[in-house]
Nanobody, 121 residues
Framework: QVQLVESGGGLVQAGGSLRLSCAAS????????MGWYRQAPGKQRELVAV???????NYADSVKGRFTISRDNAKNTVYLQMASLKPEDTAVYYC???????????????WGQGTQVTVSS
C-alpha cells in the first residue's frame, strides 16, 4: 500500500501564498501521475493540477498562472505552490497519486487525508 501525507494548509489572506506538500511512503514500486484536487463545501471534488513522473503538468483554468505544481522524484514528494490566493480557492486540498505497490500490482489511485486551505477576504 501507498500512503500519502499532506502538509502546509492553513489560513491566509487574499493575495497571499501557501505551499502544500505531499509525501508518499509505504510499498512503492512506481509513482506515476501525482496531483492535487480540492473540494469546497457543497461542491464536487475538482482537479487543481497534475504532474507526470517526467514533469509534464496540467492545470485547471481557474489556477493557471497562480499555482505551480512540482515534484521531487527522489523524495516521492509533490508540491503545490499557491500564489495570489482568492477566497474562492478555499477548500480541502487532497493529494492524489497513481502508483504501483509492486511489480505485479496494477496501477491504483491513492489519496491523502486532505488539508484545509482557507483564504479570507
Amino acid at each position: 500500500q501507498v500512503q500519502l501525507v499532506e502538509s502546509g494548509g492553513g489560513l491566509v489572506q487574499a493575495g497571499g501564498s501557501l505551499r502544500l506538500s505531499c509525501a508518499a511512503s509505504g510499498s512503492i514500486f512506481s509513482l506515476n501521475v501525482m496531483g492535487w484536487y480540492r473540494q469546497a463545501p457543497g461542491k464536487q471534488r475538482e482537479l487543481v493540477a497534475v504532474i507526470t513522473s517526467g514533469g509534464i503538468t496540467n492545470y485547471a483554468d481557474s489556477v493557471k498562472g497562480r499555482f505551480t505544481i512540482s515534484r521531487d522524484n527522489a523524495k516521492n514528494t509533490v508540491y503545490l505552490q499557491m500564489a495570489s490566493l482568492k477566497p474562492e480557492d478555499t477548500a480541502v486540498y487532497y493529494c492524489n497519486a497513481n502508483a504501483r505497490s509492486s511489480g505485479v500490482a496494477p496501477r491504483s489511485d491513492y489519496w491523502g487525508q486532505g488539508t484545509q486551505v482557507t483564504v479570507s477576504s
